[in-house]
């Protein structure tokens, strides 16, 4: 397990100090447990909105979602690597990817931005 904190480089914030590790299922996925949480309500309502869309398969509405959620530009501070599809499972779990999955492969960065 690795330690970390989940951090907007955009704004220069904490949002979550996190303790992770590599899940084999999927090239570059880590599930983890939150250990403190300082999310903005905004981001959260992004992410919680992203796996809705993805959830009720409304694939066509998660351009403009993603658009505003990754312009906080979120990654892994001591990492310095971005996240991507983020998921909170439970109250104190989390998911993601710390590259974008594309139909073009894994990216680094969200393609618009």
Not at 24 to 46: L, Q, R
Not at 72 to 89: M, P, Q, T
């Amino acid at each position: 397990m690795m330690k970390d904190y989940i951090v907007s480089f955009r704004d220069k914030q904490r949002y979550a100090l996190i303790e992770y590790k590599k899940i084999e299922k999927f090239d570059h996925y880590y599930e983890g447990v939150i250990i403190e949480s300082n999310f903005p309500k905004e981001v959260i309502f992004f992410i919680n909105e992203c796996n809705s869309i993805i959830n009720d398969m409304a694939i066509s509405l998660l351009d403009e979602i993603e658009e505003k959620l990754y312009s906080y530009d979120i990654g892994l501070e001591k990492n310095c690597s971005r996240i991507f599809d983020i998921e909170f499972i439970d109250k104190n779990k989390i998911s993601f990817f710390t590259k974008y999955p594309s139909s073009q492969g894994y990216l680094d960065k969200y393609p618009n931005s």
